[in-house]
């Protein structure tokens, strides 16, 4: 494709929703993974007195258990719309079906 074609090339705005739960996802495993590197870094390679390490693994779990809830969370979101989606397609297959004169959908 060359320059002059581009101007004629229309870019998808919008991203479906799917997309962005998918990105949402990745995001959190993400920063997850930052979360339990910073706390084990901090928790066995800092030289600080115990009580400073025990705060800071106290925090550090407090934000993998936040993070993991979260991701439970987005992963049953993901979840429910991919069932959804499906069950829509399967809808507009019986409704196309009957205004093509198919018959009875059976249930």
Known sequence: ???????????????????????QIGFLIGIL???VAGGIM???FTPWEWYFKLFSAIGSLGIIGSLVLSLTSMFRMRKSYVETQKEMEKINEDSQMILKGGGDVKE
């Open 1 to 23: 494709m060359n320059l002059k074609n581009l101007k004629n090339v229309r870019f998808k705005r919008e991203l479906s929703e799917k997309t962005r739960i998918d990105a």
């Open 42 to 44: 901090i928790l066995f």
């Open 33 to 35: 993974g930052g979360a």
